[in-house]
Nanobody, 125 residues
Framework: QLQLVESGGGLVQPGGSLRLSCAAS????????IGWFRQAPGKEREGVSC????????NYAGSVKGRFTIFRDNAKNTVYLQMNNLKPEDTAVYYC??????????????????WGQGTQVTVSS
């Protein structure tokens, strides 16, 4: 069974950091571009970041650029999202997703084939 599992979420104070992980089981992530998305209560899901199959190309939403870093370790079949200088507006459920068609990925959720169950990130003092 193909599965993505996110972990690493939690409660953090403004200015703090978290590292989210997206681990795959049942398939090899090497062949997929990976995206991170988030959805806050009452808001639409938005693309946060994506990374190409090789890891050589990344893209970020303007709201997180310079604060978040996406990277992958294909040997561990895992993609990470390092989140620094977190703000209350970053509070959301974060999801990772795998795209089998695109080499580079996209911040548009409609192109992704597989999704994880999400992990909650809460930024609050």
């Amino acid at each position: 069974q193909l599965q993505l599992v996110e972990s690493g979420g939690g409660l953090v104070q403004p200015g703090g950091s978290l590292r989210l992980s997206c681990a795959a089981s049942g398939f090899t992530l090497d062949y997929y571009a990976i995206g991170w998305f988030r959805q806050a209560p009452g808001k639409e899901r938005e693309g946060v970041s994506c990374i190409s199959r090789s890891g050589g190309s990344t893209n970020y939403a303007g709201s997180v650029k310079g604060r978040f870093t996406i990277f992958r370790d294909n040997a561990k079949n895992t993609v990470y999202l390092q989140m620094n200088n977190l703000k209350p507006e970053d509070t959301a459920v974060y999801y990772c997703a795998a795209d089998s068609d695109s080499r580079y990925g996209t911040l548009s959720s409609e192109y992704y084939d597989y999704w994880g169950q999400g992990t909650q990130v809460t930024v609050s003092s």
